[in-house]
């Protein structure tokens, strides 16, 4: 399969303070790129999907002031959260997806995912 | 909202069991995806299913895509520690790119 990774694995920050998380596609062009968030026991839930040189499409009720996303290249996208509070803490989990007749075209492609932890 | 509802929430059994997990929509599919995930770590895709009435094996699992394309089960046979994890199924809606995820089945699995 396709390779996804994902910088940093965990982070820890003070309240309001802003922490960027890189999602990387590392063996595939990746058009499309989708950032989850999973609270604990949870499923995973979509905050945004991003297309390489256009502006992020955002979930209904997810603030794009606080969840800015940059996917400014083929392999790396950006999860920026601004002005932290201790309920942004949480696992962000970033998936890939190739073009047409690409490899990882068909399938979303997870990162291991960035547990975040806001004091 | 979740469009696909996953039963049952959680499972504990022992080695050896056999147990099947269902995904259940009103909405209609043009795929539906089966992840596991273990805790800390992102989803591992392990099949895809298309067509309606599809069933796919992976060595012990089993998967079964509904005829209507609104359902999904994951049959598991002779369960084993390692297959412990949280099961999602995740669907796509037409052409659209993203997937919803079902609600999760946690699996535990003991010796």
């Known amino acids: 399969g396709a390779v996804v990774s994902q910088h940093p694995s965990r982070v820890i920050c003070k309240s309001g303070t802003s922490v960027k998380i890189e999602c990387r596609s590392l063996?595939?062009?990746?058009?499309?790129m989708f950032w989850y968030r999973q609270f604990p026991k949870q499923s995973l839930m979509l905050m945004a999907t991003?297309?390489?040189?256009?502006?992020?499409?955002?979930e209904q009720g997810v603030e794009k002031d606080k969840f800015l996303i940059n996917h400014a290249s083929l392999t790396l996208s950006t999860l920026t959260v601004t002005s932290a509070h201790p309920e942004d803490s949480s696992f962000y989990i970033c998936?890939?997806?190739?073009?047409?007749?690409?490899?990882?075209?068909?399938?979303?492609?997870f990162g291991p995912g960035t547990r975040l932890t806001v004091t | 909202t979740q469009l696909l509802e996953q039963s049952p929430q959680f499972l504990s059994i022992q080695e050896g069991e056999n147990l099947t997990v269902y995904c259940n929509s009103s909405?209609?599919?043009?795929?539906l995806q089966w992840y596991r995930q273990e805790p800390g770590e992102g989803p591992v895709l392990l099949v895809t299913?298309?067509?309606?009435?599809e069933v796919k094996k992976l060595k012990r699992l089993t998967f079964q895509f509904g005829d209507a394309r609104k359902d999904s089960s994951l049959h598991i046979t002779a369960a084993q520690p390692g297959d412990t994890g949280l099961y999602l199924c995740?669907?796509?809606?037409?052409?659209?790119?993203?997937?919803?995820f079902g609600t999760g089945t946690r699996l535990q699995v003991t010796l």
């Open positions: 998936s890939a997806r190739g073009g047409p007749g690409t490899k990882g075209s068909y399938e979303q492609y």
């Open positions: 063996d595939f062009q990746a058009t499309t």
């Open positions: 991003s297309n390489e040189g256009s502006k992020a499409t955002y």
């Open positions: 909405s209609v599919f043009s795929s």
């Open positions: 299913v298309v067509t309606g009435g």
């Open positions: 995740a669907g796509r809606v037409g052409t659209a790119s993203k997937l919803t």
